[in-house]
């Protein structure tokens, strides 16, 4: 009888622990992951359509960019798609025909494609940018002015 007694005090244990395990997994498994969707577009920031993507091996890029405060970018272009989003600071975007976009932490950029333009901080602290480049192999990301 003691016997019978203790196997029926363990399986009530083990379905209890089982018990009390699947409802912290239902606990945990309604928490769920939040998704918020900063951009969704057809078009850089200055209005033009994207371009096609390169055919080739595609090849991702990600970079971090810090730029101190009071410093600007050389003028540049990218013959890629490329979209950021500012971590921290203040960033300003200025095309070479006058365009202008001003970015805080927090604000997501879908870059200008094939545009010549730069980025100057003019804020008192770094600006923290990430940044995803969609090329291929062997193509540059970014191309300098002369």
């Known amino acids: 009888m003691k016997i019978k007694f203790l196997a029926l005090c363990l399986v009530l244990a083990i379905f209890g622990t089982a018990l009390a395990s699947d409802k912290k997994t239902n606990q945990i498994a309604q928490k769920k992951a939040k ?16 371009i096609p993507y390169p ?3 595609p090849q ?26 500012v971590i921290s600071g203040e960033l300003t975007v200025v095309t070479k ?14 870059e200008v494609v094939n545009t010549w333009h730069y980025g100057k901080n003019q804020g008192s602290e770094p600006v923290n940018i990430i940044v995803f480049y969609a090329g291929t192999k062997d193509l540059p990301i970014t191309i300098l002015e002369k």
């Open 35 to 50: 998704t918020k969707v900063l951009i969704k577009t057809t078009h850089s920031w200055d209005g033009n359509p994207l």
């Open 55 to 57: 055919q080739g091996q």
């Open 60 to 85: 991702v890029t990600i970079l971090r960019f810090s730029i101190p405060a009071g410093t600007s970018l050389p003028m540049h272009t990218h013959p890629v798609i490329n979209a950021g989003v």
């Open 97 to 110: 025909t006058g365009k202008t976009l001003h970015l805080k932490a927090g604000d997501p950029i879908v």
